[in-house]
Structure formats: structure tokens, C-alpha cells
């Protein structure tokens, strides 16, 4: 069964805990990000843990090997379950983080942020860009080659990048909306359900539950939207 993800988004360490508190046991990891690690620095991370909360700390990483090495040792010494490096990076980026990890955080690779259209890509990259996808997949096949555990990609991406990488690798999915769900600033979005049915072994659900009016309810119905989906891929 894929798990769940909710990304505390929020104003300072208070908030973030109190969201924990309520939703609890119903989620598997709680992401924090850059807005909260920049406001609340390691301590967050402590209190979560000490709670036996799982954390997946999204900071994509992308510096020079050495200093990108040191960030994911600092990391594991917070005793962090998942950690982004971008796979833009390259191959010395990525072998240094794989090789600083020694096992003791599983490493995603970030390869195309799912706000971005094949439009915004090409003018990233300067050249034409006629297939996100295969984008993703290229650059997932460059992460899995220098020994990153898996990939942070869209779920319009993940049935291909199972199909290519096979089942050892970890998908994580962002950019979860119920059906129905504004889109928000993300372009390449899914329900809980098809994310599951074609191979997400994370799901990252953010305002489709933390905005909602009754956070718990929201909660209810992306687990059942999430049963839906590993039922139809069995």
C-alpha cells in the first residue's frame, strides 16, 4: 500500500506541530520544506522525530559535490528517512550524495518540479521541449545509475518511470488533488487513486488536506481514494 505524505507548510514549529497532533496517526511522513526548515532550522526535524513521526525533508539539494555530501551527512545525523538532491546535479553531485548516505537516508532525485510546463522547461533549458516525460525519465535513469534510492516526479510520469526502473525503485508523487481539487501553482496533478493505480509508492498531499475546512475529513477521503487505486492496480 502506497503511504501518505503531508508537507507542513506552515508559519513556525507551533503550527507544524499542532497540525501533527491533529491529524496523527493518520499519515506516514510529514515533508518539511524550505519555508519551514528556513524558519525553524534542525529543531523541527528533533521535535517530529521525538513525536516517532517520519520525515521527509525536501531541501533539493544542488551545490558542488562536496558541499552537497555534507548536507546529506548532517542529514542523516538528524536521522531523516527521505531527503531531494536534484538530478541536475550530474553524476559527481549524485555519486557524492549516494556515497554520504551509507544507507542511512533514502535519497530521491527531484528532475522536473512539477509547476513547470514543457513551455517553461524549453526556456529553462534553451533548447525545445517536446515530451516532459521524457525529460523525467532521462534524467531518473541518471539518478538510479549513481545510486539515488528513487525519484520525486508527477504522477503523469510514474507508470513509464515503473515501467523503466522497475519495482525497486521509490516514486514519490506530488502534486495530489482530490477530484474536483483547484490545481493551485501545479500543472501536472492526479487524484490519490491513479497515482496509486500506476505505481506511486508515496503519495505528497499537501492543500487538498491542510486547506481544507475539516482537515480530518479530507484526510478520510484521500486514504479511501487511495485504497480505490490499490485495488484496481491488484
Not at 83 to 100: C, D, N, P, R, S
Not at 136 to 155: F, K, T
Amino acid at each position: 500500500m502506497a503511504e501518505l505524505i503531508v508537507p507542513l507548510d506552515q508559519p513556525g514549529i507551533d503550527d507544524a506541530l499542532r497540525l501533527v497532533d491533529e491529524l496523527g496517526d493518520g499519515v506516514d511522513f510529514y515533508k518539511v520544506g524550505l519555508e519551514l526548515f528556513t524558519r525553524a532550522g534542525p529543531e523541527v526535524v528533533r521535535l517530529l522525530k521525538e513525536r516517532g513521526r517520519k520525515v521527509f525533508l525536501d531541501l533539493k539539494l544542488l551545490d558542488i559535490p562536496n558541499t552537497v555530501a555534507g548536507a546529506v551527512r548532517a542529514a542523516a545525523a538528524l536521522e531523516v528517512d527521505l531527503l531531494t538532491v536534484h538530478a541536475t546535479g550530474g553524476t559527481a553531485m549524485l555519486e557524492a550524495a549516494a556515497q554520504a548516505s551509507a544507507g542511512r537516508v533514502r535519497l530521491l532525485a527531484v528532475t522536473v518540479l512539477t509547476s513547470f510546463s514543457s513551455d517553461e522547461l524549453a526556456e529553462v533549458w534553451s533548447r525545445p521541449v517536446d515530451d516532459v516525460a521524457a525529460e523525467v525519465e532521462r534524467l531518473g535513469a541518471l539518478a538510479r545509475r549513481c545510486g539515488i534510492d528513487g525519484l520525486v516526479s508527477s504522477a503523469h510520469e510514474v507508470a513509464a518511470l515503473r515501467a523503466a526502473l522497475g519495482p525497486e525503485a521509490i516514486l514519490v508523487t506530488p502534486g495530489i488533488r482530490l477530484a474536483g481539487g483547484a490545481a493551485h501553482d501545479q500543472t501536472r496533478i492526479a487524484t490519490p487513486e491513479r497515482a496509486v493505480r500506476d505505481g506511486a509508492d508515496h503519495l505528497v498531499v499537501g492543500r487538498a488536506i491542510t486547506a481544507a475546512a475539516d482537515r480530518r475529513e479530507a484526510l478520510r477521503q484521500v486514504r479511501a481514494s487511495m485504497r480505490a487505486g490499490a485495488g484496481a492496480a491488484e
